[in-house]
Structures are given as structure tokens and as C-alpha cells.
């Protein structure tokens, strides 16, 4: 079996690497001739047009790793029927389904290695390339914002700022509401502005506060005679407010991140998963316009990991099917299902997107839908 085995593998990844590489060109290719004129016209140089190109490879990687597994997998197979030795093996007593086992368990290795590649490579060279070539394009992207109320992430703090400045991560004009456990208003800082850093989080600057202060006291029930043994009750009375002038301070309890004074235009693509799970908190805390789109992107992130074990699950079970035009068939099976699937997932994208379906329907809908077509392939192969 180990040699079948081998023989399946050592058919199977030539081919992959060609139809590989081939799908990756093609995607470099339609990205690069669809700006050329524009940076040309820009005067962009041959060597930055092709730092670019360089950039969006580990992103054409991934999109071209399904139609590409899905085109060896089916042609691989279809040389083994064509040449009768499908029928040999078969023949032999020995299952489809256990034969197709070590292309199942690529299957899952590249479905795990997506998810890793993705958030290590494909993220950060992702972000090169947009900001590249917005650069070369003359598109200028700001992340600057007015007018900004954020609550904070214990639902205690309230921050409003006149402006905040991505560029130099600080705000201008910072009012900063403070309360406690059960709601009540403690404290009101006001600064002329404030700086953010790695090191030491927010600084304020020119900060005056205005704290009240509580005076707790007992209350005795409505009980006769108003005895000890009565129920009493504790109730906060304020006392005065304390106001004083702070040239600059470093408080602790402002943990809030510059990502949530930004401007709303963040790409969900070029954020890392746990960038991405505080800026869609921070949309659904803030009620921003958005907050469905990017979840469900967010879920497409880990959906997507599984497209490599559904092609190869469904290309298996059509490859043994190709007998005549093999090359062809393979080719255009491989697009034609590679586009119902990515046009299917981007629909139920879309009604998750406008509210039709749940986020977590739309990102996982067509990730169900094609496994079980799929497993049911499978079960009617040739055995």
C-alpha cells in the first residue's frame, strides 16, 4: 500500500507545482496589468512596480492554492483511470477511499498551514503592498478622526476627543468620564491633549480633574421606634467636588487603544486575529457602521483555513471520473467549482454583510455546504 501510495504522491505533486505556480501568475498578472498605466503615469519605477507584484505574491499564494490542489488532485487521478490502473488497483480489493488517504491528510496539513501562513506572512506583506502601492498611485489613506466618543472596555470610562492624529497617535481636546461599579459619575478629567506610547500608555497633559467625593451613611428602615435591631440600609451622599490642576499624567485606568479613536476605514485583511477581535469590539461598543461586515470577514478568516480539505475532498471524488481530455476536464472542473464555491461563499457573505443571515452563517455557510457535497462525492465514487 505504501508503494501505491507513493506512486499516487509522486504523480500528484509535479503538476501541483506547475498548476501552482501557473494560478499565481495569472492572479500577479491581472493585479499588475490592471495599474500599469496608472504607474506609469505617476512615474513609478520598474523596480518599485515590482516590489510590488513581490508583496501580493504570499496573497496570490493563497488564493491560488485551492484551484491549483483541485487541478492535481483530478488530473493525477484521471492519468491513473485513463491508463487503466485505477481499474488495476481497484480490482485489486483495495478502496478509492483508502487510496486518496494521503491526499486527504495534505488536505488537512495545508488547511493548518493556511491559517499559520496567513496570519505570519500573508497579513504583513498584505499591508506593504496596499500601503506601496496607494503610494505609487498618489492615494493617500488617513486614519485621522474628529469628533470621537469611545467607551472604555470595563463599560466604567467614557473618552470624547476634538481630534486625534494617527500619524502622531495623540488627541487633542480629551474629555474623560469616569464611573463606578454601579454607574455612578466619580470623577471628570480634561486635558488639553494627550500622547500614547508603547512604554508608558497614554500621557495627558495640562490635565485638570474634578473628582466628587462620597460620604456613606446609614439609614434605618421605617420600623417602630427606630431600633438596633432594625433593618438598615447604606446610601451614598455626596459630600463636594474636588477640582485641581495636573500638569501631566500617566493613568493607569485609560487602557483604551489609539486603534479606537481611528477613523472607521480599517481592512479587516490587515489586521491579525487579535487586532481584529478588538477592532470589531470596539465597533460593536461604539454602534459604528460596519460592525457585521467585519465580523463576518473575521469568521471568513478561519472558515477559509478549510478550503484546502474541501477541494481536495471533492476533487478526489470527481478526479477517478475523467477518462477522455483529461488535461481539459481537470482544468475546467477545477475553475468551474473553484468559482461556484468563491461566488457562493461571497453571496452569503453579502446577506450576512446586510443583515439577511447571521455573520457566523455567512462565513461558515458555504464551508458546510460544499464539505457535504463533497463527503457525498465520495460515498458514490468509484470503489
Excluded at 501510495?5 to 500577479?28: D, N, Q, Y
Excluded at 474629555?175 to 470623577?187: E, L, Y
Excluded at 461566488?343 to 450576512?352: C, H, K, P
Aim: charged share 15%.
Amino acid at each position: 500500500m505504501r508503494t501505491l501510495h507513493g506512486m499516487l504522491l509522486k504523480s500528484f505533486f509535479p503538476i501541483f507545482i506547475i498548476a501552482f505556480l501557473f494560478f499565481i501568475l495569472t492572479l500577479e498578472m491581472v493585479d499588475l496589468f490592471a495599474n500599469l498605466l496608472r504607474y506609469l503615469n505617476n512615474d513609478a519605477s520598474v523596480s518599485q512596480i515590482l516590489l510590488v507584484s513581490l508583496y501580493y505574491l504570499p496573497k496570490c499564494a493563497t488564493y491560488s492554492l485551492p484551484p491549483a490542489l483541485m487541478f492535481a488532485i483530478a488530473f493525477s487521478l484521471g492519468n491513473l483511470y485513463a491508463r487503466n490502473e485505477l481499474i488495476s488497483i481497484l480490482g485489486a480489493g483495495i478502496s478509492f477511499r483508502r487510496l486518496i488517504i494521503p491526499l486527504l491528510a495534505i488536505g488537512v496539513l495545508f488547511s493548518f498551514g493556511y491559517f499559520y501562513f496567513h496570519e505570519q506572512v500573508v497579513i504583513n506583506t498584505y499591508i506593504q503592498k496596499n500601503s506601496l502601492s496607494q503610494s505609487l498611485l498618489g492615494q493617500k489613506v488617513s486614519y485621522s478622526n474628529t469628533n470621537i466618543t469611545v467607551l472604555g472596555a470595563d463599560n466604567r470610562n467614557v473618552y470624547h476627543a476634538d481630534y486625534y492624529n494617527d500619524a502622531s497617535r495623540t488627541l487633542s481636546g480629551l474629555t474623560v468620564v469616569k464611573r463606578d461599579g454601579q454607574g455612578r459619575f466619580t470623577s471628570r478629567l480634561e486635558c488639553e491633549w494627550a500622547e500614547y506610547s508603547e512604554d508608558k500608555g497614554w500621557i495627558l497633559y495640562n490635565v485638570s480633574q474634578f473628582v466628587r467625593r462620597f460620604e456613606e451613611k446609614d439609614v434605618h428602615g421605617s420600623g417602630a421606634g427606630g431600633s438596633a435591631e432594625e433593618p438598615m440600609e447604606t446610601s451614598a451622599v455626596v459630600i463636594e467636588i474636588d477640582s485641581s490642576f495636573i500638569p501631566q499624567l500617566n493613568d493607569p485606568s485609560m487602557t483604551v487603544l489609539p486603534i479606537n479613536f481611528q477613523r472607521k476605514t480599517r481592512n479587516i485583511d490587515e489586521l491579525k486575529y487579535r487586532e481584529a477581535q478588538e477592532w470589531i469590539q470596539t465597533l460593536r461598543k461604539t454602534g459604528r457602521v460596519g460592525y457585521r461586515s467585519a465580523l463576518t470577514d473575521y469568521y471568513k478568516r478561519f472558515s477559509f483555513a478549510f478550503t484546502p480539505f474541501i477541494v481536495v475532498l471533492i476533487s478526489a471524488s470527481i478526479g477517478s471520473r475523467f477518462k477522455k481530455n483529461i488535461l481539459l476536464m481537470s482544468l475546467l472542473v477545477s475553475l468551474i467549482i473553484s468559482v461556484i464555491y468563491y461566488v457562493g461563499d461571497m453571496i452569503l457573505g453579502l446577506f450576512a454583510k446586510q443583515g439577511i443571515i447571521e455573520p457566523a452563517s455567512g462565513a461558515w455557510g458555504a464551508v458546510i455546504i460544499f464539505t457535504f457535497i463533497g463527503a457525498l462525492l465520495l460515498k458514490f465514487a468509484k470503489t
